[in-house]
Structure formats: C-alpha cells, structure tokens
C-alpha cells in the first residue's frame, strides 16, 4: 500500500507507518496543490493537517486513492462531496484532541473572567494597577454550551467542577442528558438565561451564523462568548457591534473564517481590549499532535487493509464498529444484492428493505449500505464501496427505501428485499444462522435455505417428476459435483426453485445445456465469496 504524508505529521505517526511491512511510505509535508493533484492517484492513502487543501482539482486524477486520512477533527480543506463521488473515505481523529481543545477553551472563559491578559500586559509594561483588572469567579454562574459532542461535554465537566450551572444545545443529541447538564431546546433560551457561552459545533450550513443579530439582542450585558471550534459559527460583524456598543461583557476567539484572518470584522475585533484573542491553539499541545498523528496512520492503514472504517466523515454509520448484532448482516445484505441485481433484467428504478425482529431496533442504514453496493456492484467498471455507493444510486435514479418491523414469526431476524426494474421486479429474504451465517430462505415467495456463497446455481423449473435427476446428471458427467442442494416448489403455479451449492464453475457450455433441458425455465450461475468455516463445512 502507497501512502503519502501530506502535511508535517508527528514522528509517533510516521515511525508507525514505517513499522508497518505492507506499507511503502512517502513524505512530502507542505507539498504544493499543483503537484499534489499530479501524484494523488498513485497513493493508496494520504494523511493530511490542516496546510494541504483538497480539492475537487486535486481529486480529478484520483486514480487508486482509497481514504483520506486527517490529522485532526476538521475537514474544511477537503473536497468531501467530491472525495464522496469518487469512493474515497474521508477520516478525522476526533478523539485525539478532545483533551487540549476543552482545556483551552476553559482557559479563555478563565482569562476571560480574571482579565488575565491585559493584566500580564499592564505590569509587563511597568504598571501596577490592581484596581483596572477586577474580575469575576466562575463559581454560581452559568454557561451554555452550544453542540454536545466530545469536546463540549468536556468543557461541561469541568464547568460543574467550578460550581458552574451548564445549560446545553444541540439539536442532533438525544437520548438522556448528561448529569449536571440542562439541554434546551431553543438557542435563544440558551443565549438570554447564559453568562459564559461557548460553542463546539462542527462548521455547517447549520451552524454558520448560529449566533447571530437575533441572539445578541436577548444576551445579558455580562455575557462573554468562546469560540474554540470553527470560524463563522458565531457572527463577526454582530459580535462586533455588540462589543462596541458594550451590549456584551467580553469575548475569545481561538479560530477564524480564515487563518491567518482576513476580514476588517475580524482584525478589528482582535483590537478590542475586551477580546482575547490567540492563533488557532485548540490541539496545539504535544500530546495532542502526536494522539492525532497516531490515530490517522492507524485508521487509514486498518481501512486499506479492508478492516474496520472509522470516524468516515462521509460515511455515516460507519465511523464506528457495527454493533456485533448486525456483523453479519453486513455480509448477508451485500450479498442478497449481488444475487438480486445478478438474476433481474433491467434497470434498477427501486430498492426496497424491510428489517425484521430484533434487529429493527438498531440502526441498520449501514446495512442498507452494503446492500447497494451488492446491486450496483456487479454492472458498473468504477468501484463501487460503502462511501459512494449511496451517491451512485441517486446518480442513476434508484430509489431506496427502508423501513423496520419488529413483528417476526418463525426467525429471531429478517432481512427482505425485493428490487424493481424496467422490466419486472423480484425479491429475496435473508437471515443469519447461529449468530454467523448467511441464509437465503426465500427467493419470489419460494421458501428453500440456500447457502450465498461459492458457486451457485438458481433455477426455475416447471414442477414435474425427473426434473432433479437430470441436473445431478448433467452436472456429474462434466465432473461437476453439487455440494448442496435446496428445494421448493409452489403447487399451484405447478413451478419449482432449486438451488444449488456447486464444488466447481460449471462451464459456459453446462450452463447452455441446462437451460436447454426440458422444464427450465431459468437459470443462472453465480460466482460469490466464500463463507467464514462452520463446523459442518469442516466435517
């Protein structure tokens, strides 16, 4: 595997990547955008900081680029739509500076609160000027802490811990609240009721602007603002304003729209004696550096290596392991796919999925994931994986839909899909056996259990004495063995489904004198992966 430093990368991530037999590493920090779209397409992977931008100019020639990894949690300077369309992963590494960010941000709030830099500043200049420089405690006041995630729940932490009352908001958290925390449902709430507000979104067309003229208008003229998670989620220019007319007590900024900051709102603000200002310092600790550094190398080499994929941007559900209850559903969904969109002539316009049991209580999108790169797989030359293969489905049309029941009779869980073309539609259910094993035991309202792996033969018959027979013949004098062998039939149609687990590919010539014979109807061969070994397969 090809990989490419990008960016100035920690030694702990480098001598990881070096360690590694199956990786041929390439160091190029600070490497031009010009030549970095030249090269992109003969790497695996590339980790990349925050220096490199890239864009949809650079991704034009991905050629064999895999994954991007980030050194860090955002990934502004990433085309992600683009990195989506071609099926490459976008990772970050959230968690590495989780610790340093929420520790400056409480270090802004108690700078902020005690006037600490303009104090160092007046006595580094000769004075002493106690009076000036009163400050506030932190002790019975309250802050809002606007998104939930890693960081801001760290910051909420260590506001309890200074006696702080913490309100929260985030319109994406659910569940219980965190003890000691107070979720609202109303920003404004948040801003009128808050003394400290900070925010640690993710920069979005969501949360651009979140704090704008309409909340400056309800906050107390004692409130002081942070800002240690993205430029632009707070309004500048209103912020701006509100300091010069002393509507609001103070503010801290340690990131901006651009880096160094170009806009007057912003170079204005810096200038104000109520601002405290520094340059972009949220995971600027050693640690820091060196947990990100590690954790990108390890998750771009784990995902080339075709393991788990975490902390993908853009691919949601799959930032985290799946659960150990879907595993296998995973395998069993790509594969019903790959039968379904292999035996049914047409366009695919419709694809449906419908979980059954257990299972209906989890979040089985992953799954319908793996299910369309199952049905796209097959007819397309582009690779097809679990990042694009959403984007290429809307691209050609086909509309997806899914839904949960945990209504079951004879199964724990159930997995029933059926697809629509331009000429006809078909369907399949799928379950698991002994919490492993993929099963398909039901094709078009024919119940059987037919094993999807290896290579398989599905044909339809017309129901009639000898029909079996003449398949065990045919395939036993082109020394061809059958494996397995299931059975179904529907009397009043007077048709049969048979399917079969063969040791060998049958050639093109067997398979040609199969639909021949007499009652065939159908049939086609598939070539799947193999099965993990059971205990029944070894014996």
Not at 414 to 431: A, F, P, Q
């Amino acid at each position: 595997m090809k990989v490419l430093i990008a960016d100035k990368l920690s030694e702990v991530g480098i001598d990881f990547l070096k360690k590694q037999s199956d990786v041929e590493l390439e160091n190029r920090p600070g490497i031009k955008a010009d030549e970095l779209g030249k090269i992109i397409g003969n790497y695996d992977g590339v980790i990349i900081r925050s220096g490199v931008k890239i864009t949809a100019d650079v991704l034009a020639n991905a050629g064999r680029l895999r994954c991007i990894a980030r050194a860090g949690v955002g990934v502004d300077n990433v085309d992600v739509p683009t990195a989506t369309a071609r099926g490459v992963i976008v990772m970050n590494t959230p968690e590495g500076n989780t610790l340093s960010t929420a520790e400056l941000a409480f270090a802004l709030i108690l700078s902020l609160s005690r006037k600490i830099a303009p104090a160092n500043a007046s006595l580094k200049a000769g004075q002493w000027d106690r009076k000036s420089f009163e400050g506030t405690q932190l002790s019975g006041k309250t802050i809002g802490i606007i998104g939930m995630g890693r960081i801001g729940r760290a910051v909420a932490h260590r506001a309890i811990a200074f006696g702080m009352r913490v309100l929260g908001y985030d319109p994406y958290f659910a569940g219980q609240p965190p003890e000691g925390i107070e979720m609202l449902k109303d920003v404004n709430d948040l801003c009128k009721r808050s003394d400290y507000i900070t925010v640690h979104t993710p920069k979005s067309a969501e949360t651009a602007g979140i704090i704008g003229k309409a909340q400056f208008t309800v906050m107390k003229p004692s409130v002081r603002l942070i800002n240690a998670a993205r430029g632009g989620i707070i309004d500048v220019d209103e912020m701006l304003k509100a300091l010069s007319e002393k509507r609001i007590a103070g503010a801290a900024m340690d990131v901006f729209l651009k880096e160094p900051p170009e806009s007057q709102a912003e170079k204005d603000l810096i200038q104000q004696t109520n601002v405290l200002a520094v340059p972009h310092l949220g995971a600027s600790t050693e640690e820091a550096q060196e947990q990100v550094a590690l954790e990108a190398a390890e998750q771009l080499v784990e995902a080339l290596r075709g393991g788990e994929v975490r902390n993908a941007v853009n691919a949601p559900g799959f930032d985290k392991a799946l659960p150990p209850a879907l595993r296998p559903y995973s395998e069993l969904a790509s594969r019903l796919g790959v039968i379904l969109s292999s035996i049914t002539p047409g366009a695919i316009t419709k694809a449906e999925v419908i979980y059954r049991g257990a299972i209906a209580d989890m979040n089985v999108s992953p799954i319908t994931t793996y299910l369309l790169v199952g049905l796209l797989a097959p007819h397309l030359d582009e690779p097809v994986n679990v990042i694009n293969a959403p984007v290429i489905a809307r691209q050609r049309g086909i509309e997806v839909q899914q839904s949960t029941s945990v209504k079951i009779k004879e199964f724990a869980n159930l997995m029933e899909v059926s697809i629509t073309t331009d000429l006809g539609k078909r369907s399949i259910v799928g379950t698991i056996f002994g919490n492993r094993f993929p099963r398909v035991i039901a094709f078009d309202g024919f119940r059987l259990e037919l094993k999807p792996e290896g290579h398989v033969v599905i044909i339809v018959n017309v129901d009639k004495p000898g029909v079996l027979g003449r398949y065990g013949t045919l395939f036993g004098s082109n020394s061809v063995n059958i494996a397995d062998l299931t059975f179904s039939r529907k009397k009043k149609s007077g048709m049969a489904l048979v399917g079969l687990n063969l040791d060998q590919r049958p050639s093109q010539a067997v398979m040609e004198e199969l639909h021949r014979l007499d009652g065939v109807e159908s049939a086609w061969y598939l070539e799947l992966p193999e099965l993990p070994p059971s205990e029944e397969n070894e014996e």
